[in-house]
């Protein structure tokens, strides 16, 4: 950091009133579109710097809900003159430092009582959460280069977290924490490897996201939290997947891996899954072999080596069963039959299948091979309707052959006599 | 054989029928180049008894209300014995029924046959297509799936721009504001009541001008007809009539049993209309150019401008054996090429993707 830089920040740090609310004319009535000086000054001056700030105003939640620029910088938004509206023994404090500016935004966000009259349905702890988080413990530290509010929300034209445009609306997050944790070189100074996003990208959670437009699908923010980002510890990391994937967390939680990987001090989830590139899981990942996940801990002769070939065995003959069941279904259904109830066995089949596949979760080859008896009996279930909808279709060819036929001879027929009879 | 002379002897005495046959001995249909153009007409009424046929079929197991509509079609085409052969022939000759309307009609048109006398045979068969039309859209709506549903809701909108009856027909179509159970009811009692009476009464109508005035030969074409001899009516040309309804039939059981028509998904009335909704493809030459025309042209909407081109253009159609008066005729015949290309090649766009 330059000395030359840090003397007139800190100054200015020392003049703010930081902590304290803005004065009663930097504020309107909640709800009011703000009405100050400061924008129809800045609005026309040349420099790009100073005018944009205003020009974002109108659309700022802050200034949309009546809390003037001098609710932040200070100042006398009322006035005309420059040296008044400005006027430091006025509460102007001009361009925050960046080390000032969680402080000055808690000084509203963190006073309940003061959010209730502005916004009553957002949290007031993203101060005290941001203390907890690495960013604000390394700025605490004096390292000013980490996130503070404004990285995340913008300065002006700051929009509220439910619109689209924001830059933390759930499909626009990703590129905003992105923007500093895509950069390896700058992530190589926190000891960080800087690709996490680029891994993210690749995960069933981005395609959701991206794909599906599922606003739910799990972000950056879901698994580190927002405002208290923090990188989920060893013995968190089954906490926060289980917050969506309960029925895996629960079963997992009953498997003789829960301790072993306790005692080995191994994530739970991360171990099989990986954190931020988590793609799409496939039967083939069970297993000792080369690609396989069960050999990270076990190798054969074990009993875990037992499991994982009965519990991968069991679900490839069970999936392919199923997918066997689907293909003649479809090709009965491309025939033009109705196969609406083989569709309903298949519907179980499938789901005992993703039940046999959650079932993993226990190590127990028991427990999977039931969910898989009953895909089987139900995707049987849809062979058999497809068996009867294919002898109806050969069904239907041998008649419309014979009725072809019958037509075809009445013609001839036809066709003779009037032959005969034209001679 | 004899109680079947007894029969004949016995209705002869009460209705004096022998006339008819001794007409129909001494009807003669004349042949020329086009006179294979003759077999488009009785194809279309082999279709249309067919029509008759398995829709009366259909009608009992099909329940017009948009709780059951649906169901009742699912339980015919999987339940019943033979029901998805009935529905699918349904469906199909419907289909082919009207196209072979519209080969009957443009061949009829082509040949100038709706000149003097026979202006009163070209208006019922005006009607009787715009009647098939009806059918097509009516039934179109009953199985009461999403597309039927959506299409009609569309196709129904189009009405109420019609300037000052159009709110009003609308409602009277609808049975409301929009497309419900009510419209269902409606299209039921349209399709199997009022246009089968309507129909049934018009083709009357229509086969008896047919006999009375005999078959039409273009002027053009009078020499060639009169240097090659005659076809006797029965047996000959009923003969060749029945190779062609053959024919007709063998289409239409290969296309019902290789094409069974879908079902679809039951109509949602709370669902977003999906995407690519079309009318059936005899509507499809209005619909398309309907939404390429811009929403306003002149300070007139666009639609409401495509619907009267299209009734004007209808008017004329209707009105050709009046128009159509000596030297014009190179024009009018010009006017029918146009036409059908215009209507080819718009339904084959549309059906093939390249119009959206």
Known sequence: MKTSWLIPTLFVVAATPIGALPSATAVGAPGKQAADRCTACHSGLDEARLKAPALAADADVHHLQGVTCAGCHGGDPTSDDIATAMDPARGFVGKFPRAAIPEMCGSCHSNATFMLSYAPNIPTDQLAQYRTSKHGQALAKGEINVAVCTSCHDAHGVLPASDARSPVYPSRIVETCGACHGNKALMARYGIKGDEVAEYKRSVHYAALTTKNDLSAPTCKSCHGAHGATPPGVSSVSNVCGTCHLTQREKFDLSPHKDAFAALEQPACESCHSNHAIVRPTDDLIGVGPGQVCGTCHSAPDAGTMVASTIASTLTTTSSAVGHAQQRVDRASRAGMLMDDAVVKLEEANQALVVARVEIHTAKATAVAKQSNQALVASGAAEKLAATAEAEIRFRRTGLFVSLAVIAIAMLALILKIRTIER | ?356
């Open chain 2, 1 to 356: 054989m004899r109680w079947l002379r007894a029969l004949w002897q016995f209705l002869d005495d009460r209705l004096e029928l022998q006339p008819l046959v001794d007409f129909a001995e001494h009807k003669e249909v004349p042949q020329y180049r086009h006179s294979w153009a003759y077999y488009f007409g009785g194809l279309t009424f082999f279709f249309f008894c067919i029509q008759v046929a398995t829709g009366i079929l259909l009608l009992l197991y099909y329940r017009p209300t948009a709780e059951a509509a649906f169901e009742s079609v699912q339980f015919i085409v999987t339940r019943v014995p033979f029901g998805w052969l009935v529905r699918s022939i349904h469906s199909w000759s419907a289909n082919l029924m009207i196209l072979a309307a519209f080969c009957h009609m443009f061949s009829v048109y082509l040949l100038g046959a709706y000149n003097k006398p026979r202006e009163l045979t070209w208006w019922s068969g005006f009607a009787l297509l715009g009647l098939a039309m009806g059918f097509g859209f009516s039934g179109y709506l009953l199985p009461w799936n999403e597309l039927s549903f959506f299409a009609t809701r569309v196709g129904t909108d189009m009405v109420s721009k019609l300037p000052l009856a159009g709110p009003w027909l609308l409602k009277f179509l609808r049975g409301g504001e929009d497309v419900t159970g009510a419209t269902l009811t409606r299209f039921f009692g349209f399709h199997v009541a009022v246009l089968p009476m309507i129909t049934t009464m018009l083709i009357g109508l229509h086969l008896a001008l047919i006999q009375r005035q005999g078959m039409h030969v273009p002027t053009r074409f009078e020499a060639e007809a009169r240097s090659r001899r005659a076809l006797p009516f029965l047996p000959n040309f009923v003969m060749r009539e029945g190779v062609a309804w053959l024919a007709g039939l063998a289409i239409l059981a290969a296309l019902a049993a290789f094409f069974p028509w879908e079902l679809g998904v039951k109509a949602d009335p709370f669902a977003s209309a999906p995407a690519g909704i079309k009318p059936e493809w005899y509507f499809l030459f209005m619909f398309e150019a309907l939404k390429l025309i811009p929403a306003h042209v002149l300070g007139v909407e666009g639609e409401l401008l495509g619907l009267g081109a299209f009734a004007v253009a209808g008017l004329v159609w209707f009105l050709v054996p009046v128009l159509d008066r000596g030297l014009r005729r190179r024009g009018f015949a010009i006017l029918g090429w146009l036409a059908l290309a215009y209507i080819v090649a718009m339904t084959l766009l549309s059906l093939f993707g390249v119009l959206k």
